[in-house]
């Protein structure tokens, strides 16, 4: 048994540990994090829908989170079921992977439809939702058990102590493209120390126990050992990469495929420009048919564009690539060697926070087919190249070309009215009409190339102007290119349905009976759980719009929301705060100055400038929205139930995140606003003023 050091109110306790309750803390707090970035991260890689549905797993998880927190002061074991189930789900996935299936065709496709091999989408992601809630309700439940242990914030300060090293720890080994080998036997290591007594008990009772949390992992980390070790995977920050060498009419091909996806080719320049000549467009349209000298490129890859540049003539090119193990790979084995030429610098980087950082100027920018394109309506979160195809990308690529220069992309872009969205995008933003040829049926591959100036485009067949149905240009506060409507569609909607109805079910089911019950004294803290999801969202996508999208950013920026959350605790652990009313003032005034400066603002300052206002705008309402949640937490009566509230607020802002394909990233704060100001009236009035 063990006592609740802010109640006096004795809890039930079952854990035989050699560790004191902050080192288990840490460790489990640390696990929690782990495990799902892991989850996320190895999933998406082996089911192709998680690509479509990308905070799925993450939805699960806080669900998960959220009642293992609840369960933990009712719970009479340690939560063996957790192991079971990521065992189980790891075996499943591995068993049916979901991948598209190429078929038979011979031709050069980049992403071909999206026939997929494997469970069906609503088979495979419902398992994949319960068993993420599942696997993540373990560690939470040992969370949940240190925290009646200890005092409130302490208890808090540990937890994100904790949940800042598991983000370190998966964010150094993505740094060293470690394979999944490793991310299993963290996780390994870290349960079997955590729930394997090593004191206290009978060797049976060990026994039993180590079998129990063992036996799963070890079916775990054979499937994982499988994956790693064979010759043709390696892994980069963003995907499992698969290659595949071979030779076509006697000449030497790499295919390269992420998660499943068949990505690119490289290809010798002459065989591509033979086989398909439309990638020799762009220089035939640009600067009025004269061979551009000065070339940047975005969406480089293995180096087939950048090949086909050299080609064509450029005396030197930039080469843009997100993802240092593809680069890296057709540094080594494409065929043309193109990254090993000295007119060719290679830059690993966003492609739109290149074009932010570099005063250059060009005679050709081209987009190279940087993305992966679904038949999907759309995705509440960004994607690697959301912020390349807007309108103020355009802008900001024409204020990059030399007089005479000009700006094109290709893809295979699959609709008709994709085509029209981009080349009426470019109209926008340079003031006339691009050239734009479509190339075949079906997968709609087209070229798109517009001028700094009319005169210095040379089109073939005029493009016949956007229909009334095209979609208006993307926009950085709504970069849903692949978004057809203004609407949230169907799919999304049920989806979100069916998340909030089985977080209803479950929370009442493996939470006890009175899980509502205990937790309805805490709905502002349900409140602020939401708020701060939407925030955190907010920051995330503004920095990835002001410093690229790449895993560095996001890990700096999960890391730096954080370390807000961690020193509004240590604030309100060590000093006299304002009272409740005055921290939801400064909440509500970081919010009033995130909507007066939005991140276009911010895009016009120096590197320096704008990272050190972007902090400021954005972690104020943060560090505020913590103070007060620390306030309130310390006064809370039940502190499991209040922690899972918060937790399963979060949840309900993962859904509302979707919100942004009506109203735009931007809009996000209004919501936010809205849930915060419910907050504050639910906050109870007596303890408003006992902390005042």
Known sequence: MAVDSATDRVVPTSWPSPFGVRTRLIAASALMLFTELALIRWTGSNVVHLSYFSNFVLLGSFLGIGIGVLRSGRAKRLPYYSPIMLGLLVLVIAWKPVTVDRGSSSSVIYFTSLNTTGPPVWVILPIIFVAAAVVLAGPAELVGRCFAELPRLTAYRFDLVGSLIGIASFTALSFLGAPPIWWGLVVTAVFGLLMIPAVGRRAVAVGLSAAMVLSPLIVMLGILFHESTRPENSWSPYYKVQTQQYTWEGVPLLTIKVNGVPHQQAIPADARLKWEPQYGLPYERANAGKQPKNVLIIGAGSGSDVAIALKKGATHVDAVEIDPRIRDIGKALHPDHPYQDPRVTSHIDDGRAYLSRTDK???????????????????????????????????????????????????????????????????????????????????????????????????????????????????????????????????????????????????????????????????????????????????????????????????????????????????????????????????????????????????????????????????????????????????????????????????????????????????????????YAGAFLLTPKIRQAVRQ
């Open 361 to 675: 100027k060009y005679d050709l920018i081209l987009l190279a087919l940087p993305d992966s394109l679904t038949l999907v309506n759309g995705a509440s979160s960004l994607r690697l190249e959301s912020y390349l195809f807007t309108k103020q990308a355009f802008e900001s690529a024409k204020e990059h070309l030399n007089p005479g220069g000009a700006f094109a992309m290709y893809n295979y872009y699959r609709e008709g009215w994709l085509i029209d969205r981009l080349a009426s995008t470019a109209q926008s933003a340079f003031g006339h009409k691009p050239c734009v040829d479509k190339i075949g049926d079906g997968l709609q591959q087209a070229v798109v190339t517009v001028g700094l100036t009319e005169q210095d485009q040379t089109c073939g067949a005029a493009w016949a102007g956007a229909s009334a149905n095209t979609p208006p240009p993307a926009t950085d506060n709504r970069p849903f290119l692949y978004l057809f409507t203004d609407r949230i569609p169907s799919l999304y909607l049920i989806t979100i349905g069916l998340i909030l109805a089985a977080g209803l079910v479950a929370v009442g089911v493996a939470g006890g009976g009175g899980s509502y019950r205990r937790m309805r004294p805490y709905a502002d803290l349900f409140l602020l759980g939401a708020g701060f999801m939407l925030l955190e969202t907010k920051s995330i996508t503004g920095f990835a719009l002001l410093f690229g999208t790449t895993w560095v950013v996001n890990a700096i920026v999960f890391a730096g929301v954080l370390v807000a959350v961690l020193a509004a605790v240590e604030v309100t652990r060590r000093f006299k705060t304002p009272p409740i009313k005055v921290m939801f003032a400064v909440l509500f005034g970081g919010l009033a100055l995130s909507w007066v400066f939005p991140d276009s603002w911010l895009l016009g300052m120096p590197v320096g400038l704008r990272a050190l206002v972007a902090v400021l705008i954005a972690f104020l309402p943060i560090f505020a929205a913590n103070v007060i949640f620390a306030k309130r937490f310390t006064d809370t009566a039940d502190g499991t139930a209040s922690f899972g509230a918060n937790l399963l607020g979060a949840m309900l802002g993962g859904c509302l995140e979707y919100a942004a394909l009506v109203i735009g990233f931007h809009g996000l704060l209004i919501i936010a606003a809205v849930l």
